[in-house]
């Protein structure tokens, strides 16, 4: 499975983004999606992930939206509210069958999309 993840970007604090990724490969939908994070000097993070449910860190619960389109083998993470500490360089990752919040137990990655949020 090969991912492309894309449509970061600069936005105001407040605003709003929608990233993409892009999987190739047969069975997307038996994969599990994950988004992660990883801010300048700081640790990779846990955003949100999916396969037939959702899952999301508490950091962006209720501001940030995961969905999927099996049909077009993509995953998409609507971030609403953002808020400077939002900015980072975000990944998608993909996982067989069931979500995991780590990131080592992913096995694919994309290879980065740059959100920044200016105050």
């Known amino acids: 499975v090969q991912l492309q993840a894309y449509g970061g970007g600069l936005v105001q604090a407040g605003g709003f983004l929608r990233l993409s990724c892009a999987a190739s490969?047969?069975?997307?939908?038996?994969?599990?999606m994950g988004w992660f994070r990883q801010a300048p000097e700081k640790e990779r993070e846990f955003v949100s992930a999916?396969?037939?449910?959702?899952f999301y860190a508490d950091s962006v619960k209720g501001r940030f939206t995961i969905s999927r389109d099996n049909a077009k083998n993509t995953v998409y993470l609507q971030m609403n509210s953002l808020k400077p500490e939002d900015t980072a360089v975000y990944y998608c990752?993909?996982?067989?069958?069931?979500?995991?919040?780590?990131?080592?137990?992913?096995?694919?990655w994309g290879q980065g999309t740059l959100v920044t949020v200016s105050s």
């Open positions: 990752a993909a996982r067989k069958f069931t979500i995991r919040a780590a990131g080592n137990d992913y096995e694919y």
């Open positions: 490969g047969r069975a997307f939908s038996t994969y599990a």
């Open positions: 999916i396969s037939g449910i959702t």
